[in-house]
Protein backbone atom coordinates (compact mmCIF):
# COMPACT_ATOMS: atom_id res chain seq x y z
CA UNK A 1 0.00 0.00 0.00
CA UNK A 2 1.53 3.20 -0.99
CA UNK A 3 1.54 6.38 1.47
CA UNK A 4 -0.81 7.82 -0.51
CA UNK A 5 -3.50 5.08 -0.88
CA UNK A 6 -2.90 4.96 3.42
CA UNK A 7 -3.43 8.16 3.71
CA UNK A 8 -6.77 8.04 2.01
CA UNK A 9 -7.65 4.74 4.10
CA UNK A 10 -7.04 6.68 7.43
CA UNK A 11 -9.22 9.83 6.24
CA UNK A 12 -11.75 7.45 5.13
CA UNK A 13 -11.76 5.22 7.80
CA UNK A 14 -11.09 1.49 7.97
CA UNK A 15 -14.43 -0.10 7.92
CA UNK A 16 -15.59 2.04 4.70
CA UNK A 17 -12.24 0.76 3.07
CA UNK A 18 -12.82 -2.74 3.94
CA UNK A 19 -16.46 -2.60 3.02
CA UNK A 20 -14.96 -1.14 -0.35
CA UNK A 21 -12.39 -4.13 -0.54
CA UNK A 22 -14.74 -6.94 -0.40
CA UNK A 23 -17.12 -5.26 -2.87
CA UNK A 24 -14.59 -5.27 -4.97
CA UNK A 25 -13.36 -8.69 -4.58
CA UNK A 26 -17.39 -9.83 -4.94
CA UNK A 27 -17.21 -7.98 -8.72
CA UNK A 28 -14.15 -9.30 -9.81
CA UNK A 29 -14.49 -12.54 -8.25
CA UNK A 30 -12.23 -12.87 -5.66
CA UNK A 31 -11.46 -15.73 -3.48
CA UNK A 32 -13.32 -16.17 0.26
CA UNK A 33 -9.98 -16.17 2.09
CA UNK A 34 -9.64 -12.89 0.49
CA UNK A 35 -12.44 -11.28 1.26
CA UNK A 36 -12.13 -12.36 5.13
CA UNK A 37 -8.99 -10.76 5.69
CA UNK A 38 -9.66 -7.38 4.95
CA UNK A 39 -12.88 -7.01 7.92
CA UNK A 40 -10.34 -9.04 10.08
CA UNK A 41 -7.77 -5.75 10.70
CA UNK A 42 -10.70 -3.23 10.74
CA UNK A 43 -12.97 -5.22 13.67
CA UNK A 44 -9.28 -4.88 15.67
CA UNK A 45 -9.25 -0.98 15.45
CA UNK A 46 -9.77 -0.14 18.66
CA UNK A 47 -12.98 1.87 19.21
CA UNK A 48 -12.45 6.17 20.14
CA UNK A 49 -13.04 7.48 23.19
CA UNK A 50 -14.88 10.43 23.77
CA UNK A 51 -15.00 12.58 26.79
CA UNK A 52 -18.39 13.08 28.12
CA UNK A 53 -19.06 17.36 29.17
CA UNK A 54 -19.07 18.43 32.34
CA UNK A 55 -22.74 19.32 33.19
CA UNK A 56 -22.93 23.15 33.80
CA UNK A 57 -24.58 24.20 37.23
CA UNK A 58 -27.22 26.29 37.60
CA UNK A 59 -26.72 29.93 39.64
CA UNK A 60 -30.03 31.97 40.33
CA UNK A 61 -30.33 34.88 42.29
CA UNK A 62 -32.13 35.22 45.79
CA UNK A 63 -33.06 37.67 48.38
CA UNK A 64 -33.43 37.52 52.24
CA UNK A 65 -37.29 37.36 53.02
CA UNK A 66 -37.75 37.42 56.67
CA UNK A 67 -37.28 40.53 58.81
CA UNK A 68 -35.02 38.68 61.16
CA UNK A 69 -32.27 38.07 58.31
CA UNK A 70 -30.78 34.40 57.93
CA UNK A 71 -27.29 32.81 59.12
CA UNK A 72 -24.96 31.56 56.65
CA UNK A 73 -23.69 27.79 57.75
CA UNK A 74 -21.30 26.06 57.31
CA UNK A 75 -22.91 22.58 56.36
CA UNK A 76 -26.29 22.02 55.10
CA UNK A 77 -28.31 22.08 58.49
CA UNK A 78 -28.45 24.01 61.94
CA UNK A 79 -26.33 21.70 63.48
CA UNK A 80 -23.62 23.37 61.56
CA UNK A 81 -21.71 26.73 62.82
CA UNK A 82 -22.85 30.15 61.51
CA UNK A 83 -20.15 31.51 59.63
CA UNK A 84 -22.05 34.83 58.64
CA UNK A 85 -25.35 36.41 58.20
CA UNK A 86 -27.44 37.91 55.06
CA UNK A 87 -30.36 40.68 56.44
CA UNK A 88 -33.73 41.58 55.36
CA UNK A 89 -33.71 41.91 51.64
CA UNK A 90 -29.92 41.19 50.93
CA UNK A 91 -29.44 39.48 47.74
CA UNK A 92 -26.78 36.35 46.57
CA UNK A 93 -25.96 34.19 44.31
CA UNK A 94 -26.60 30.20 45.03
CA UNK A 95 -27.19 26.91 43.10
CA UNK A 96 -30.45 26.86 42.01
CA UNK A 97 -30.88 23.37 43.25
CA UNK A 98 -31.34 22.68 46.50
CA UNK A 99 -30.46 19.75 49.11
CA UNK A 100 -33.01 19.13 52.14
CA UNK A 101 -33.77 23.15 52.60
CA UNK A 102 -30.83 24.22 52.09
CA UNK A 103 -28.74 26.04 48.99
CA UNK A 104 -25.02 25.85 48.16
CA UNK A 105 -23.84 29.49 48.16
CA UNK A 106 -19.91 28.76 47.55
CA UNK A 107 -17.30 26.17 49.50
CA UNK A 108 -18.75 25.72 53.44
CA UNK A 109 -21.43 28.39 53.03
CA UNK A 110 -25.01 27.36 53.06
CA UNK A 111 -28.18 29.08 53.52
CA UNK A 112 -31.82 28.01 54.24
CA UNK A 113 -34.36 28.10 51.40
CA UNK A 114 -37.11 28.60 53.69
CA UNK A 115 -36.57 31.94 54.48
CA UNK A 116 -35.45 33.23 50.97
CA UNK A 117 -37.13 33.83 47.40
CA UNK A 118 -35.68 33.74 43.86
CA UNK A 119 -35.61 37.36 42.16
CA UNK A 120 -37.20 36.58 39.17
CA UNK A 121 -35.76 39.72 37.54
CA UNK A 122 -32.00 38.25 37.17
CA UNK A 123 -32.12 35.69 35.29
CA UNK A 124 -30.31 32.54 36.28
CA UNK A 125 -26.60 31.69 34.90
CA UNK A 126 -25.06 28.21 34.22
CA UNK A 127 -21.01 27.73 35.59
Given at each position: ?10 AI ?6 AS ?107
Open positions: MTVKSFDRVRGFRTVAALTAAAVLGGTAAAQATAPAKAATAAPATVKAPAAAVKYCKYKVTTQAGVNVRSGPGTNHSIVGTYAYGQTFWAKAASVNGWRYISSARYVTTQHTAQVTSTPCQYS
